[in-house]
């Protein structure tokens, strides 16, 4: 496809449960990243791929949240016990580059946790 | 305090206004600056980027940089219906230029 792909777009779950989030990156794209947006807020930063290595996961909240790109290519975000405050839309983006600024970001996946 | 600040709106204007956008930053070592807009349910979409102080024109977009006092503007001219959307602020530091830090967004209403 020609943008980046997120599924499911929306997900809907019980407290407690695992969830993954899927992320199919532009072709040809070697960067990969992870935002999170809550309500009425703007994007925070969650994780940075480089290939199939996390260069950058400074902003995974704690340890429940992990995150894998085996292939350099799709990534897989995976949150354990989740809970209601995990409820966001979990945002993907890829550039061509390491390069400031030029993200290309999917639709999300909407993450509801009853 | 939050790093970025940025108004949350809404705004509303009438169609042919000029708009004004602003965000003001308090890491003085942020070198990189993005304006993103998103429909609502939509990804964030690149519409400007700068780099240190200054300004870029494209189209009826213009964004200023001015690193002296942390403050950053998006302007749009002749505004239409179909830039009603949430506009975010986005920054990042030399190093660290993976790691875009956004304002909350404004929420822009273009009445026809």
């Known amino acids: 496809g020609a943008g980046v792909s997120q599924t499911p777009s929306n997900k809907v779950t019980e407290k407690g449960k695992y969830v993954e989030l899927r992320c199919d990156p532009i072709s040809g794209h070697t960067a990969l990243y992870w935002y999170r947006q809550s309500l009425g807020q703007g994007p925070e930063f969650l994780i940075y791929?480089?290939?199939?290595?996390?260069?950058?996961d400074s902003g995974l909240p704690n340890d429940r949240f992990f995150a894998v790109r085996p292939e350099g290519s799709v990534s897989t975000l995976k949150i354990q016990r989740t809970e209601r405050g995990d409820s966001a839309v979990y945002l993907c983006?890829?550039?061509?580059?390491?390069?400031?600024?030029?993200?290309?970001f999917g639709e999300g996946s909407r993450l509801t946790v009853l | 305090q939050k790093e970025v600040e940025q108004d949350p709106g809404p705004l509303s204007v009438p169609e042919g206004a000029i708009v004004s956008l602003n965000c003001t930053y308090s890491?003085?070592?942020?070198?990189?600056f993005m304006w993103y807009r998103q429909y609502s349910r939509k990804g964030p979409e690149l519409l400007m980027y700068?780099?240190?102080?200054g300004n870029k024109e494209d189209g009826r977009f213009t964004a200023q940089v001015d690193k002296s006092s942390k403050y950053i503007s998006l302007f749009i001219r002749d505004s239409q219906p179909s830039d009603s959307a949430t506009y975010l602020c986005?920054?990042?530091?030399?190093?660290?230029?993976?790691?875009?830090?956004f304002g909350t967004g404004t929420l822009l209403a273009v009445q026809p």
């Open positions: 700068t780099y240190s102080s």
């Open positions: 890491n003085s070592a942020f070198q990189y």
């Open positions: 791929f480089q290939g199939t290595g996390a260069a950058d």
């Open positions: 983006a890829s550039s061509s580059n390491q390069g400031a600024g030029e993200l290309f």
């Open positions: 986005a920054m990042s530091a030399r190093g660290a230029t993976n790691k875009l830090i």
